[in-house]
């Protein structure tokens, strides 16, 4: 239960699940439905486990108790499938309620001959904290290393023995709710309603005080001449060298070079592994910029664009697996800068080899639509590709890139290395430009937030 209740119980980016823009309106509606949504499973929980309708006498002749370990057991293997299949929205309104509602079920005991079992209950908590680390470890481990399954599949198989148990739970609640014991329990109910309100206050202080960095004042939305700025930045899920969550100080360092577009990789926008923190939402909210993500690895790793710029088209192809077991996408994203349309191509390869020539075809699609009515110029759009190709100058997947029309203008400025950010010495981010675009100034700031070093590039519009 803990590790399910950390992966879909965590903050409002659960419900956030495409690559569209989550706009100040839409989070705020997004923390108003996790709320009520965790209210509903402590409701849940509180009258599966205390049973009101056991102490009103109507649990014995309909058998509600059973029928509600069934259901929340269903509910619970239904939510967690249908949000590892990609399912938006709903799984993550849903999976709280089921799995309060199987918590309590879970909790209930048919008598004094059960309760004097011994060490049962020891066992069962060792066996549960055995789960916990094998699900954990199964489910992280299988993006980097292949175990031979997808790591969907280990979520719900956790939540199977969690319905389970929770259904023989409301079984043997109501073999016992005829006991008069089981009424004399009724009047403790209101120790389980404070104990549940005090644990939500708690989740609820955490959920709006961990979200609320200290806003700075919004980066521009227009560029004034043809230049802008752009900064692409593996962030490995936000931290940095020395083991730390450096999230803010990314931001903070972020702002000072007055970015126009910011490329972010290794995003995590709430991992059980990492703490269940939001890092896009946290940036983009120190930065004063909106922000579109793109899942890659899972619903809530990826890849994100933030910017203020006017946007005319964004979109997010899913890239081959190429026998790799981390997925990766390419975000394809049209910006209006000064008046001219910019593609861009925003991705973090993972298997070069096999992923280099699909980026190079989306790269050919964004630069053969011509500008859209308004937007100024003729002939074929400007497009940038950027990322953590994981691919260094000269490694034929750059030829690939190079036959699709790209060039990398680093080499000439100075050819900056990367990685290892504490001590670089190859270059495997890159900002690659087609005709129509020149690099004025580039650079690879000796930060210590991730273990890359970021690219700050200067571009202009010819």
Known sequence: MLMLAGMYCGGPATLAQDTGQHSAPFTALAVA??????????????????GWITSWGWTASWGWTASWGWTAGLFLVAGVAAAEAG????????????????????????GAS????????????????????????????AFDADLGFPHALVPVAVAVPVAAVAVRGARRHRAAAIDAQAVRRAPRRWGAITLCLTLLT????????????????????????????????????????GGRLDLDRIAAWA???RPDVVLLSEVDRGWLLNGGHDDLARIARGLGMRYYFAPAADRLWGDALLTNLPVAEIGSTRLGRHGYPTGAQAQSIVLDVGGHEVGIVNTHLQEPRGQAPEVAAIARRLAANTPSSGAGGAGPRPVIVAGDLNTTPSD?????????????????????????????????????????????AAVAPRVRFSDHLPLVVRLRLD
Not at 118 to 123: E, L, Q, S, T
């Open 33 to 50: 439905l996790q709320v009520a949504a965790l209210c509903a499973a402590v409701v849940c929980a509180w009258t599966a486990s205390w």
């Open 87 to 110: 399912v938006p929205g709903l799984p993550a309104l849903m999976t709280p309620v089921a799995l309060g509602a199987c918590a309590g079920a879970a909790g209930h005991r048919a």
């Open 114 to 141: 059960e309760r004097s079992a011994g060490g049962r209950g020891g066992i069962a908590a060792l066996g549960g904290m055995l789960v916990f680390l094998a699900g954990a470890f199964l489910y992280y481990a």
């Open 202 to 241: 708690g989740l609820l202080t955490g959920l709006l005080t961990w979200q609320s960095p200290p806003a700075t004042k919004a980066i521009r939305g227009t560029v004034a001449g043809n230049e802008f700025t752009l900064v692409a930045y593996n962030i490995r899920m936000g931290f940095g060298l």
């Open 255 to 257: 702002a000072t070079r």
């Open 396 to 440: 034929p997947q750059m030829r690939v890139l190079e036959a699709a029309g790209l060039s990398d203008p680093l080499r000439a400025l100075g050819d900056p290395p990367t990685s290892p950010a504490d001590a670089p010495v190859r270059r495997i981010d890159h900002v690659l430009i087609s005709a129509g675009l020149t690099a004025v």
